[in-house]
């Protein structure tokens, strides 16, 4: 009993997390047809920008969560204004702006190991102290982090399918030729739903930086989750996604509470290619992945 | 309202259209008339801002298309309903309507028109809950349609209305189209067979590897048989 709230907790924890990541993923998948490697360096960036303000500069968390999350959509303005809109609509999209991708990454990673150096660094959690369930521990500040990851994706989902803009994101992802002639600047989406994705990936960043330790390998991992998600849930998709990152969380908590920590990740994989192999498009993919 | 002259416009380096030059007045029903590949939906597209011309002038208005984007022509009054339709097929057919709307001076009208448009298409209200990629070739094409009649459109460009549609399914989308250019909206229509001339155009153009070959009235065409029947077979 103890063991399954243990994974249910940390599936849930996972999940959420994996989740902020993995829809900055597919949204721009939708919108650009770009699989964005930087997504992983805007991570870190949003991860170092948190521990920046509270720890050099004494900034309450709050504060902290979202200047980090706005710090890093404005990198992925600037990732988009400076390169990517460089290269939109000309041949060769699919190679360049993966390129783009990969240089901006390394450039973000770069730039944090000259600024921060090498050395691991810790965060103060959102909100000290824990609930006892017989012998499982809940960590108050991983309750937060869950709420604070569940309340965006609910807000995201909300904005996309019910305002005019987000409509618009869907839209220009689903037909982009019948959605300039409705007078949607498609350039103009691309560029919110840059932002957007990079805000949440700095998000999950700043909130993943006061449960774990904060060190520069970090966005790589998130990285890599959030692409297993994506693929599972089937790209492009925004349901499939959030079922997806819930889904895989569990695996992969059961996977530890069970069977051992080292199991997790080789488990994970191998889910996943099982499931490719009988549903290649992922969960809710429609074959060219239109659906966002 | 819309003077094409001398349009030049293409793809990559090849060029489509050779000089071409007409125009659509206040309230007109005008047809343009060509083969397959022979630059009709080039031409369309060129004026709606997505393809940019090589040389030529577009107005509109007063307005010089040829300089403007996408958006800014359809927020001129200018609206192109696309070949095939390109519904957003995730979309609901309600959200679909409202994307027709997206720009700010439509979005503020959207209740009124989403009601003309349903008086028109009463279809589309029974299906608006439904996803876009559910629906049949015909409320497809109303679909198309209905959303282009939910933004500010002045000229209405539709390309191919009767494309892989049910011969009475035909017969029903010109009769709408009939009554949308009845009730003020000025239409530039291209169509590769003269069968919906008669009791629709004002004026009709002919259109041959890209170049206008003949224009007259609709009276005037359908007159000249031998003409039709040499260019469309």
């Not at chain 1, 999350?69 to 993966?98: E, H, Y």
């Not at chain 1, 080292?262 to 192999?277: E, K, R």
Request: aromatic letters at 8%; glycine letters at 12%; hydrophobic letters at 50%.
């Amino acid at each position: 009993m103890e063991k399954l709230i243990q994974a249910i907790y940390g599936g849930i924890v996972y999940g959420s997390i994996f989740g902020m990541m993995a829809l900055g993923l597919t949204l721009i998948w939708g919108a650009l047809r770009m699989l964005n490697l930087a997504h992983g360096s805007l991570y870190l960036v949003g991860t170092y920008i948190a521990w920046a303000l509270v720890t050099l500069l004494k900034v309450p968390m709050v504060p902290a969560l979202l200047i980090a999350a706005l710090g890093t959509a404005v990198v992925g303005f600037g990732m988009q204004t400076l390169f990517l809109n460089r290269i939109l609509g000309k041949p060769g999209w699919d190679v360049g702006s993966l390129i783009v991708g990969v240089g901006v990454g390394m450039a973000l990673d770069q730039s944090i190991l000259l600024i921060f150096g090498p050395r691991v660094k810790q965060m103060p959690p959102l909100i000290p102290g824990v609930y006892k369930i017989g012998r499982v521990v809940i960590n108050y500040n991983f309750l937060v982090v869950v709420a604070v990851a569940v309340i965006s994706l609910v807000l995201l989902s909300i904005f996309l399918s019910k305002s005019r803009h987000g409509l618009a994101i869907q839209a220009v992802s689903q037909q982009p030729d019948a959605a300039q002639l409705m007078g949607i600047p498609t350039r103009t989406v691309f560029l919110i739903v840059m932002c957007i994705s990079a805000a949440l990936a700095g998000l999950a960043g700043a909130l993943l930086s006061t449960v774990y330790q904060v060190q520069r390998e970090s966005g790589a991992n998130a990285m890599l989750m959030a692409l297993v998600v994506t693929i599972f849930g089937g790209l492009g998709s925004v349901k499939g996604t959030i079922w997806a990152a819930y889904l895989i969380g569990l695996l992969q908590s059961f996977l530890m509470v069970y069977l051992g920590a080292g199991t997790a990740l080789p488990g994970v994989f191998l889910f996943m290619m099982i499931m490719l192999v009988i549903r290649p498009s992922g969960l809710f993919g429609l074959g060219e992945a239109q659906r966002l | 309202m819309l003077k094409v002259t001398n349009l030049e416009a293409g793809y990559g380096g090849s060029i489509v259209l050779h000089g071409v030059s007409l125009e659509v007045r206040d309230g007109e029903a005008v047809v343009l008339l060509g083969p397959n590949g022979h630059g009709k939906t080039t031409l369309l597209r060129t004026i709606s801002g997505l393809i940019r011309p090589s040389a030529g002038r577009i107005e509109f208005d007063g307005k010089v298309l040829s300089d403007m984007s996408p958006a800014e022509i359809v927020a001129a009054g200018v609206v192109h309903i696309p070949q095939g339709d390109l519904p957003f097929p995730e979309l609901t057919v309600l959200e679909n309507l409202l994307m027709g709307a997206y720009l700010p001076d439509a979005w503020k009208q959207r209740k009124q028109k989403l009601e003309q448009v349903y008086e028109l298409f009463p279809v589309l209200r029974e299906r608006s809950n439904q996803l876009a990629r559910t629906l049949s070739g015909g409320e497809r094409r109303m679909l198309a349609l209905g959303r282009g009649l939910m933004s500010n459109a002045k000229l209405l460009m539709v390309d191919e209305p009767s494309l892989g549609l049910a011969p009475f399914l035909i017969e029903e989308v010109y009769r709408k189209i009939r009554d949308i250019n009845k009730s003020g909206l000025s239409v530039l229509l291209a169509d590769e067979n003269a069968d919906h001339i008669a009791g629709f155009a004002d004026r009709v153009y002919l259109l041959e590897m890209g170049s206008i070959v003949s224009e007259g009235t609709a009276e005037e065409m359908l007159k000249n048989e031998a003409l039709l029947a040499a260019y469309l077979g």
